[in-house]
Each structure stands twice: as C-alpha cells, then as structure tokens.
C-alpha cells in the first residue's frame, strides 16, 4: 500500500510555525508524563567523520522514526551533507501514514522549539534579537520569528560581516516588514539591548557573550556533541538553565558539560509552560533536540493533510 511521500517544499508547507510550536507543547507534557516515548538517539560512524543517526518516538496515536545522514564532504559530490526522512506510522497497526522530509522536519520543529521558549520564558514581546549564525538553521529561525512575532529588528553575526551582510540582504528581500543588520563580534563591554540572542553555530568555542543584561533570553541551538559549545561558563553559571530535554542534554549539550553545572537545578521546558513564575529572572535556554519533537512534527502534517 502506497502513502504520500512529501518532499522538502511540501513537508514545509504541512509545518506552519504556530501549529508545530503548540504540538511541542503538548508534546512537551506528554514525554513528561510518560504518555510518548522517545529514547536518546541512536548515533552510528559511517565512513569516516560521518555518521548516522536514528530516532523514533511512539505515542497512543502515531509512532514516528527519523533517520538521518551526515556526510561532511557531499559539497563534492554535488550532494546535500544532511538527508533524511521521517516515517509516521499508525501506532496501533504499524500502517505507514506518511513520509516527511527530514531536514526540513528538523530545521523547523528546532525552531518552534526556540519560539516556545521565547514564549515562555522571556515574559514580552521580542523586538530586536540577535542571530549567531548564517546557516539553515538561521534561516529557519528568521522564518518562525516572523511568523510567531513580527520581530522588527534582527542582527546577524556570521563567521565574516561578508557572510552576515550576505544573509542579510537574502532575507531582507524575503520579509520586508524587518530590518537585517550584520553584526560585528561582540567586544563591546556593553551589548546591544537584544531582547533574545540565538545561537545556530557548531562551534567548540563559546559565542555567546557572558555580559548579556539581565532581561536578555539567550537559546543556544547549534550544538549537540560533548566537545561543543555555545555558551560560556559564566553565564551558565550567573542564571538558571532551561533545556528542551534534561536526558539528552546530560549527554549532548557540550556547554553545560563542560561548565560542570549543577544538574538539579536544571529545569525542564515543559516545567515552564505555559510560562515562568511572574518574577523569575530571565533563565538561559539550551536545546539539543528530541524525537517527541518529531512526532509532534508529524501529527501537525498528518492534520494538514486530512488524516
């Protein structure tokens, strides 16, 4: 028995932001609650430097397995370094439901994870934000911070001010309602007044400064290998962490490892929603992903397409 097969441009189409960000959501509550199952993802070598990487998550409903293929060097062989594909099963037979495209699904599901954070932790409406980095990721994140909050003002720090003016200009023609602006690295002793600085890199350096005010949200999104980072020790340590998921961010989430934190103190998203305690300080959000994202994902696309 067939069933659809939806390619890059269609398993977008089937993920408009605020229907994924309230799946997450639920879908946040519901690993908590035990009610989906999601294990730590599967990460195999393959070739060299490449690897692969498996994961499923199963709930009442709709089970889901992600499958996706890192290979670094594909530049040369005209191929893409990330492929993928999700599979939706029914739960209850094993019925194949649907097949998304797996890059997609991740680049967008990691961004309505952030917008959820936004949502729930920064208590206001974001104005200006800061980008650190010029990869897909970015571009996914400038789509949802649009799409969810009309952000008028975004800066744009890549590895060069080429790269950033670069990026700039491709989505300033893209949302005309906001203004790009490359970003020098951050020296100042005093940052611009950013209401939220994502961070989308693969840097084993942190790049997110220390010194951000008190009222700024900084997401570190990027990385998700022990020998990565994003944030530094200091700030970890001068506020409290949120992460998307505490199991995967003891193993993944390099920054935390390596500023040694506390790990009782670390707070799950899903213990934050529907939003913090009025009066909270604004805490430091680190995500690494999770296959409950997924299948949050599919039940969104399996409503778009009339299942």
């Known amino acids: 028995m067939t069933y659809p097969v939806l390619n890059a441009l269609q398993t977008s189409a089937a993920l408009p932001f605020a229907k994924v960000v309230e799946a997450v959501a639920l879908a946040a509550t519901q690993l908590d609650s035990g009610a989906i199952t999601a294990p730590e993802r599967l990460v195999v070598p393959v070739a ?8 499923p998550a199963t709930a009442a409903d709709i089970s889901v397995a992600k499958i996706i293929t890192v290979h670094a060097g594909n530049a040369a062989l005209g191929l893409p370094a990330i492929q993928g594909e999700v599979i939706v099963m ?7 439901l649907m097949q998304l495209d797996g890059p997609t699904v991740t680049a967008r599901r990691t961004a309505a ?28 994140h400038v789509a949802a911070l649009m799409a969810m909050f009309g952000v008028t003002h975004i800066d744009v720090q890549g590895t060069s001010v080429h790269k950033a003016q670069a990026f700039c200009d491709r989505q300033g023609s893209l949302f005309k309602a906001a203004r790009f602006t490359p970003a020098e690295k951050i020296e100042s002793s005093v940052p611009p007044p950013w209401d939220v600085v994502i961070a989308l890199t693969t840097s084993r ?16 999104v990027g990385t998700f290998t022990p020998d990565m980072a994003e944030f530094g020790a200091g700030l970890l340590h001068s506020r409290t962490i949120v992460v998307d998921s505490i199991a995967g961010a003891r193993h993944e989430a ?3 490892l390596r500023a040694d934190i506390d790990w009782s103190k670390v707070r799950a998203l899903s213990s934050c929603l529907p939003a913090r305690l009025a009066g909270d300080s604004v805490p430091v959000f680190k995500t690494v992903g999770q296959a409950a994202w997924d299948l949050a994902s599919a039940r969104v696309a399996l409503q778009h397409a009339g299942f």
């Not at 060299?48 to 994961?55: D, E, I, Q």
């Not at 942190?206 to 900084?218: C, H, K, R």
Request: charged share 15%; glycine share 12%.
């Open 48 to 55: 060299g430097h490449s690897v692969l990487l498996c994961m």
């Open 90 to 96: 029914d739960t209850a037979s094993g019925k194949r």
């Open 113 to 140: 994870v952030s917008m959820l954070g936004i949502h729930a932790l920064l208590g206001r409406q974001p104005q200006r934000v800061l980008l650190i980095g010029t990869g897909v990721q970015a571009q996914t």
């Open 205 to 220: 350096a942190p790049v997110i400064p220390d010194n951000l005010p008190a009222e700024t949200l900084a997401i570190g």
């Open 254 to 256: 390099g920054d935390l």
